[in-house]
């Protein structure tokens, strides 16, 4: 009897579609190629000093564990974080903390649902969903959305004519990785009401938080929790709002003591979250607000550089992004996978090119993104403009245009 040496379920993890071209992106850069990376949340804005000054100052020898559930003095000041933001009704034991924000959708993953249940998406969704979702047995649900009306949610009825008996959840992005959508507060009340009715459990993603704009303010799902305590659940990270990607901390937080009693669990099977990590993270409580303000203003003007520039190129179609720092963006090409390589193979501008990620990693349903990439618009504005160009320039030599 024979036999392969993995599984089959592995197999079936997706390859990351930010991440399926770096070694075409290597391979330029070997050659001398300065490569523009606009395929990754990998922001270029600097961490408050406070947190960097956590390590300069940083004397414990050994680095040791941390406690399973998160260390005390991080879950302090996440609190009062969440308190500042109008949400006081949340204290240590609702919190726990993740190794990233990754950690937490798989932590809410196994603790919402049996092998094989359902969990409603709305696509292009956040591509590593799909890897989670394969790694705890979970089949993704996925609700297009259309770049016609800014990727916003779809009617309740075509939201409810996908639930079935095997649906446990539905999970949602806001402000939203990729599309940069912001959710009005009446789709977010739509969910809310759709969970209530049919007992479901409802999930948001809030890494994005803080970048709304043109004056629009996120609705967190926070506000309707204690409506829906054993039902709503909100993942959170760090990485995005203080640019700490690298300090690998997430948040899950949930008023169901069953859940955060059985994550906790999960939490002491993996031992702990980082030592160093979680100590940069309590100094969120000295970040001044003009931090925030500031880092708002620098990501809007982004935005407008970005948008302003693309919608001026033919044949491109990009709607307004609303928040986060993502955009999916139509390009007039047959393949955009293919693009996005030939660009790292193929396409020099005064000996630079452009990385970009192609959006079909972003829907479940085959086919679909075949003609968009998302983009990060993770640079600085000079940066972004020259990426821009290069774009243009590229789109015009490009042969496989529809």
Known sequence: MSHEFCST?????????????????????????????????????????????????????????DHSKGNAAFIDALIGYYHKLG???????????ATGGSEAISMAFFATCEAGDEVIVFEPFYTNYNGYATVNDVKLV????????GFHLPAREEIEKKITPKTRAIL????????????????????????????LFLMSDEVYREYAYDGRKQISLLHYMP??????????????????????????????????????RIGQARLS????????????????DSYFAEVHKEYETRRDVLFEGLKKVPGIVIPR?????????????????????????????????????????FYAQPDLGKHEVRIAYVLNAKDLKRSIEIIEKALAVYPQKI
């Open 9 to 65: 379920r592995l197999k079936k993890v997706q390859a990351s579609p930010i991440r399926k071209l770096v070694p075409f992106a290597l391979e330029a850069k070997k050659q001398g190629v300065h490569v523009y990376h606009l395929n990754i949340g990998d922001p270029d804005v600097k961490t408050p000093e406070v947190m960097i000054d956590v390590l300069r100052q940083w004397e414990k020898n050994p680095i040791g564990y």
């Open 87 to 97: 949400f006081g009704y949340l204290k240590p034991a609702d919190i726990q903390v």
């Open 142 to 149: 996925p609700i297009l959305t259309k770049i016609e009306n």
């Open 172 to 199: 949602y992005c806001n402000p939203n990785n990729p599309t940069g959508t912001v959710y009005t507060k009446e789709e977010i009340e739509m969910l809310v009401d759709i969970a209530k009715k049919y007992n």
């Open 227 to 264: 409506q829906l305590p054993k039902q709503l659940i909100v993942l959170d990270s760090l990485s995005k709002r203080y640019s700490l990607c690298g300090a690998r901390l997430g948040v899950l937080i949930s008023l169901n003591s069953d859940i955060m009693e059985g994550i906790l």
């Open 273 to 288: 979250s980082g030592l160093v990590d979680q100590a940069i993270g309590a100094a969120l409580k000295d970040v001044p």
């Open 321 to 361: 992004p609303e928040g986060a720092f993502y955009s999916i963006v139509k390009l007039p090409v047959k393949d955009s996978e293919h693009f996005a390589q030939w660009l790292l193979t193929d396409f020099r501008d005064n000996n630079e090119t452009v990385m970009v990620a192609p959006a079909g990693g």
